[in-house]
């Protein structure tokens, strides 16, 4: 049974640039939620996904968009690229029937330099 | 606003000794509450989770937490630590559309163990 799969592992990106990242769930997992890991701080939520659909999101600007496709696969991404952005991206998983059991299963993140 | 705080930033233990690493939250109504560890190069896993009930709950790993209202805190324990425990551990609190919505996690406090 794989858990939660991002692709890619790296990415070194430029300022003003576009990157997508990429984000399979844990078979069986119907929501995509996405965390922006500063080096040296804990993750933050970006937003999550639930039907194909933006549930909740944090507090990050319009740059930051997302998608979630019928397979429950999910991509982020990132428009004009600051110096800023550099950090380690989680993607996490969960099936949202598990009510007050909901957990979520983080995949190893990709870690995207800006330069 | 919701926040959590993890006072102690980097803590060393020796070898078989005990563990307890300090979380404080601010949230306006009850909270999931949550510590993750994270191993270089790893994603988050979950190691113990508290909503109601019991307000001492056993984890993974031989770790517990004990979750005082009064106190807004949520410590964790371990009695006799092992060297694959050094890691960085991550208190988080969350409480949107489901156990798994919208988490917020502290800044972490990174455990070495002394041999």
């Known amino acids: 049974d794989a858990g939660v799969t991002q692709s890619p592992t790296h990415l070194i990106k430029t300022r003003g640039q576009q990157v997508t990242l990429r984000c399979s769930p844990k078979?069986?997992?119907?929501?995509v939620s996405w965390y922006q890991q500063a080096l040296g701080q804990g993750p933050q939520f970006i937003f999550q996904?639930?039907?194909?659909?933006?549930?909740q999101r944090g507090n990050f600007p319009d740059r930051f968009s997302g998608h979630q496709f019928p397979n429950y696969s999910s991509e982020l991404n990132v428009n004009a690229l600051l110096l800023g952005d550099s950090a380690l991206y989680l993607c996490?998983?969960?099936?949202?029937?598990?009510?007050?059991?909901?957990?979520?299963?983080f995949g190893s993140g990709t870690q995207l330099s800006v330069l | 606003a919701q926040s959590v705080t993890q006072p102690d930033i980097h803590i060393t233990v020796s070898e078989g000794a005990s563990l307890e690493l300090r979380c404080n939250y601010s949230y306006g109504a009850t909270p999931y509450l949550f510590w993750y560890v994270q191993s270089p190069g790893q994603g988050l896993q979950l190691l113990l989770k508290y909503f109601s009930g019991d307000t001492l709950v056993q984890g993974i790993k031989g770790f517990e937490a004990e979750f005082k209202r009064s106190q807004s805190s949520f410590n964790l324990r371990k009695p006799s630590v092992h060297w694959s425990d050094a890691a960085e551990y991550f208190c988080?609190?969350?409480?949107?559309?489901?156990?798994?919505?919208?988490?917020?996690f502290g800044s972490g406090t990174r455990l070495s163990i002394r041999p």
């Open positions: 078979s069986g997992h119907d929501t």
């Open positions: 996490a998983s969960s099936f949202v029937g598990r009510g007050s059991d909901e957990k979520l299963f």
């Open positions: 996904y639930y039907e194909e659909e933006e549930r």
């Open positions: 988080a609190v969350g409480g949107g559309y489901s156990s798994a919505s919208k988490i917020i």
